[in-house]
T-cell receptor, first 116, second 109 residues
Framework: GAVVSQHPSWVICKSGTSVKIECRSL??????MFWYRQFPKQSLMLMAT?????????EQGVEKDKFLINHASLTLSTLTVTSAHPEDSSFYIC????????????FGPGTRLTVL | GQNIDQPTEMTATEGAIVQINCTYQ??????LFWYQQHAGEAPTFLSY??LDGLEEKGRFSSFLSRSKGYSYLLLKELQMKDSASYLC??????????WGAGTKLIIKP
């Protein structure tokens, strides 16, 4: 099946620093990638949808200047949390979709971010 | 607005059968997904229904009624490893996934 990787799997950083999370589709070309955030005991919350070569579409309430998304190729999307604060501590999960319309999203293993 | 409802928590016994219900109200419908998520891990795909009826896949089955805005996930011969959260998600008219809050399933020996 389709495999999506994320790196790093966990990261601890100081408040005010920036953190970059990579999402890669390993054996298929992902025309669309999604970034989710999940707080403990809550469901997934879609942050943004990114299509290769174009600007990401952010969900209402998600600051685009704080969560920078780059989808430079059909196999790589990055999420950069700029000037991270403790309230940004969360589980960040990416998923990738091959072609359209969506039939299944393939999820990465997630990245646990802890901001001290 | 768009809404997905599923029970917060369910408890079942090892070896038994459990049915997790999901009701939805969305702008458009392009299919309903069930995902399993173990604590601290990303969701894994279980099933996809776009037509009415029952889809069976091993110990897991998923049912859909589009007219009722209703689906259920049926788990048979429960095993301890089935303890997880089960997420219902609907693909709306823009093919965006709308997520339910998830049902935490606790399996007891």
């Amino acid at each position: 099946g389709a495999v999506v990787s994320q790196h790093p799997s966990w990261v601890i950083c100081k408040s005010g620093t920036s953190v970059k999370i990579e999402c890669r589709s390993l054996d298929f070309q992902a025309t669309t990638m999604f970034w989710y955030r999940q707080f403990p005991k809550q469901s997934l919350m879609l942050m943004a949808t990114s299509n290769e070569g174009s600007k990401a579409t952010y969900e209402q309430g998600v600051e685009k200047d704080k969560f920078l998304i780059n989808h430079a190729s059909l196999t790589l999307s990055t999420l950069t949390v700029t000037s991270a604060h403790p309230e940004d501590s969360s589980f960040y999960i990416c998923s990738a979709m091959e072609g359209e319309p969506v039939n299944e999203q393939f999820f990465g293993p997630g990245t646990r971010l802890t901001v001290l | 607005g768009q809404n997905i409802d599923q029970p917060t928590e369910m408890t079942a016994t090892e070896g038994a059968i459990v049915q997790i219900n999901c009701t939805y109200q969305t702008s458009g419908f392009n299919g309903l997904f069930w995902y399993q998520q173990h604590a601290g891990e990303a969701p894994t795909f279980l099933s996809y229904n776009v037509l009415d009826g029952l889809e069976e896949k091993g110990r897991f089955s998923s049912f859909l009624s589009r007219s009722k805005g209703y689906s259920y996930l049926l788990l048979k011969e429960l095993q301890m490893k089935d303890s997880a959260s089960y997420l219902c998600a609907v693909s709306d008219s823009n093919y965006q996934l709308i997520w339910g809050a998830g049902t935490k399933l606790i399996i007891k020996p």
